[in-house]
């Protein structure tokens, strides 16, 4: 079976979730709390977290957290108690990465890249942006002016870019 509509349907259908693995409990909640906040790189990947980044905690700043990747340093919503020098994973779903002609000085997480692939999702473009070695995936509006090769950045918004203690 294509696994995929089966965590659609799972979240449409459902007022709790518990996602298992192994045999272990890997987090319960609501449909959206699941959606939202993924708690370990199986749920992201469960739900479609498909953008995941190893990385390191900088430093601390409320509900924020600065993590050093192989990239730049990123600033990451996270929920699960966090200390500097942890290992994390970065996780951002493809539909909320920003894809930009020209950057926003003002913006954190701002990275550039290239366009290396648009597939037509009717509404919507896959879009995935090769940034140094990774490559992010993103989703644009049919009507967005971006074609394969452009030079773009994506910004990835703090509040939806999660940080997850590493397993």
Known sequence: A????????ALAMSDRILVMQGGREQQEGSPLEIYNNPQ??????????????EGKVDSLQGQFAN?????????????????????????????????????RGDSK????????????????LDCKVEVDSHRVRCKVRSGQNIN??????????PEKTRAIPWA
């Open 109 to 124: 997480n701002v990275l550039p890249g290239r366009v290396i692939s648009l597939s037509f999702l009717g509404e919507s």
């Open 2 to 9: 294509d696994g995929f509509h089966d965590q659609v349907e």
């Open 67 to 103: 993590v050093q990747t192989a990239h730049s340093t990123l600033t990451c919503a996270f929920s699960r108690s966090l200390s500097p020098g942890d290992r994390v994973l970065v996780a951002i779903k493809p539909e909320e990465v920003l894809v930009l002609k020209e950057p």
């Open 148 to 157: 394969e090769g452009d030079q773009v950045f994506v910004l990835l918004p």
């Open 40 to 53: 370990t790189q199986f749920v992201a990947g469960f739900i479609g977290a498909a953008n995941i980044l």
